[in-house]
């Protein structure tokens, strides 16, 4: 495994911006960061409130000195360093609102980024961080997870392979059921911000997970959307953003989809499954379950697929993303790095002087995060419209 970075020959140094006490994904990026042993968490801004991200910092190992208050302090004292000691990328993994603003300084101060979802607060921002992203040249990734299952990897890649025939038919669901009970009004600091519309944005679950399922639907079938008709509800009285919802995807070749996102559903955890109706076959998936992939052929016995760096079905996508022989389980930790992984090779080339993709990434990329912006705006336009059909079709939606 690599552990010096090719050419650049040393670890690249990352800063983590949110990940505080109390937060959540904040440990998740810094435990993925470092899984390949190809960078050091150094320095960070670690929580909303300056004095609890100094606070935070030892559970981190980082040194009092590279413990900031805040991202523009950061920003200032990280170029204040010398190149060899200067942090290399910024995780951004604070509420949505703060996307933007963060990832905006810190591309315009030259540092890559490694940014959570949503993307931004709305479509307005995505599209303006888009021209931000270009014009600095930086490395930009967003952490669409699921994207990095190996058995993810496996299904796009026998979709552009053929193996699937046409695509015709997608479902994707993201069940949860932790918000059954109105826990944002008894403190719960993750519940809290994702049901404030000042905080979360347009969406509630729409945003928070839904955007998650679409995100899955066209990073695996590589489907280019066309139009959405989208019904959300607030099942929770007074709560002011959605907490289920459906959605109608019609695809360019006259394929459907659907996306469903549910928060308020009793003993779902974080049951998201993905299923796919080609010509020639038809797959399905469940994230709870990521090591098993289903492949089903009318007449014949039903494959399930494991994941497998080693057998011969296993193609170079799947083999990839994988870390560890078969039988031993891989999740969310490897593949949340593997969404760190391939962006680690286009900053190694950007400090070593190499062009790198910016388009066609195996990660999630800026342009998808516009992508997802753009579902939860129409979404949301949508279900205002009483299941209006809206256009789909940005720009930025990649094939
Ligand atoms: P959280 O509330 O648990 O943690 C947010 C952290 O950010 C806190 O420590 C807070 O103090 C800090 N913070 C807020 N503003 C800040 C600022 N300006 N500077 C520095 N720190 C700041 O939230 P969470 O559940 O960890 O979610 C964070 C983000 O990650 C959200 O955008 C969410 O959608 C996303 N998320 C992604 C996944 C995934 O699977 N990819 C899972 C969970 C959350």
Not at 197 to 220: C, E, V, W
Not at 286 to 315: C, L, S, V
Not at 370 to 387: H, L, P, R, T, W
């Amino acid at each position: 495994m690599e552990t010096t970075n090719g050419a650049l020959n040393r670890k690249l140094r990352m800063a983590l911006v949110g990940g505080g006490q109390g937060s959540f994904i904040g440990r998740v990026h810094a435990t993925a960061a470092i899984l390949d042993n190809r960078a050091e968490l150094v320095a960070g801004a670690l929580s909303s409130d300056p004095e609890r991200s100094k606070a935070s910092a030892p559970a981190y190992d980082i040194k009092p000195d590279r413990a900031y208050g805040s991202v523009d302090e950061l920003i200032e004292k990280e170029l204040a360093l010398s190149e060899t000691e200067r942090i290399d990328f910024v995780s951004i993994a604070t509420p949505n609102h703060t996307h933007f603003p963060l990832a905006k300084a810190v591309l315009e101060a030259g540092f890559n980024v490694i940014c959570d979802k949503p993307m931004t607060f709305d479509l307005a921002q995505s599209e303006e961080l888009v021209k931000i992203v270009e014009s600095s040249g930086a490395v930009f990734a967003l952490t669409h997870n699921y994207t990095g299952y190996p058995l993810i990897r496996q299904i796009r890649q026998m979709i552009q392979d053929g193996e699937l025939g046409e695509i015709q038919a997608v479902r994707a669901r993201y069940l949860q059921g932790w918000l059954r009970t109105r826990l944002e009004n008894e403190g719960q600091k993750q519940a809290s911000w994702r049901s404030d519309p000042a905080k979360s944005g347009a969406a509630g679950g729409f945003g928070d997970i839904g955007t998650h399922a679409y995100n899955l639907i066209r990073y695996s079938t590589g489907l280019i959307p066309d139009s959405i008709s989208c019904n959300l509800k607030i099942f929770e009285e007074g709560r002011a953003l959605d907490d289920y919802g459906h959605a109608v995807i019609r695809f360019a070749n006259g394929a459907l989809g659907t996306v469903t996102a549910s928060q308020i559903s009793h003993g779902r955890e974080n049951d998201l499954s993905l299923e796919i109706d080609g010509t020639k076959g038809a797959i399905s998936w469940r994230q709870e379950e990521p090591n098993k992939m289903t492949f089903r052929r009318n007449g014949e016995p039903h494959a399930i697929y494991t994941r497998d760096p080693n057998a011969p079905f296993t193609n170079e996508m799947g083999q990839a993303a994988s870390r560890l022989p078969a039988g031993h389980p891989e999740a969310f930790f490897e593949a949340f790095a593997n969404v760190y992984r391939f962006a680690y090779d286009a900053m190694v080339k950007r400090a070593t002087g190499e062009a790198f993709e910016t388009r066609n990434t195996i990660y999630p990329n800026v342009y998808d995060g516009v992508d997802g912006m753009n579902f939860i705006q129409q979404s949301v336009e949508s279900s205002k419209q009483n299941a209006a059909w809206l256009p789909l079709n940005h720009d930025c939606a990649r094939s």
